[in-house]
């Protein structure tokens, strides 16, 4: 099992992702980011169900832009 990430500091999230959480005003990731985001990083498949207003959209997004920023740039030929 994965470690919940606690803080956005000690993640692997991009730091122009954090910076942008920090921006908009999230001081911390939620419940339900801190316990989806290491599981979804690590591409294991995930199932999150939480309240209203818990953080669950974030929860998805983030690990998506992680995982599109690891990839490699499109190459045109």
Do not use: C, Y
């Amino acid at each position: 099992m994965t470690e919940p990430i606690i803080s956005f500091d000690n993640s692997n999230i991009p730091d122009f992702v954090i910076k942008e959480l920090k921006r908009a005003g999230f001081i911390r990731p939620t419940s339900i980011q801190a316990i989806a985001w290491p599981v979804a990083i690590s591409g294991m498949d995930l199932i999150a169900i939480a309240q209203t207003g818990s953080g669950k959209t974030l929860g998805f997004l983030i690990p998506m832009f992680v995982h599109i920023h690891d990839q490699p740039p499109i190459r045109v030929k």
